[in-house]
């Protein structure tokens, strides 16, 4: 017998985290870790530590040089990071 109210499992999941209020804490763990794929690994060498709060991502890097570099393209990396999280994370980035 056929359930008439069946929802996808990733429905349900989704639905779960979102009420439980886990979606925001998990999305930004997502794109935390995505840094390393979305700017490579020679950038991710010269990254200290990084934290979210209030929309904008805080990065530490050890190389002045790339740290203007980045600067430059800060709203091509805000747009590139939620992508590849699905989902408007951050909206902005700060360099230290």
Do not use: C
Request: glycine share 6%.
């Amino acid at each position: 017998m056929k359930r008439q109210n069946a929802l996808p499992i990733g429905d349900m999941i989704r639905r779960f985290l979102r009420e439980g209020g886990l979606e925001s804490p998990l999305n930004e763990y997502r794109l935390i870790q995505a840094w390393e794929t979305v700017l490579g690994k020679a950038i991710a060498r010269y990254t200290g530590q990084m934290y979210i709060k209030n929309q904008t991502l805080y990065v530490h890097l050890t190389s002045p040089a790339l740290r203007q570099n980045l600067q430059m393209s800060r709203q091509s990396l805000v747009k590139r990071l939620n992508e590849a999280v699905g989902a408007q994370v951050i909206v902005d980035i700060v360099f230290h």
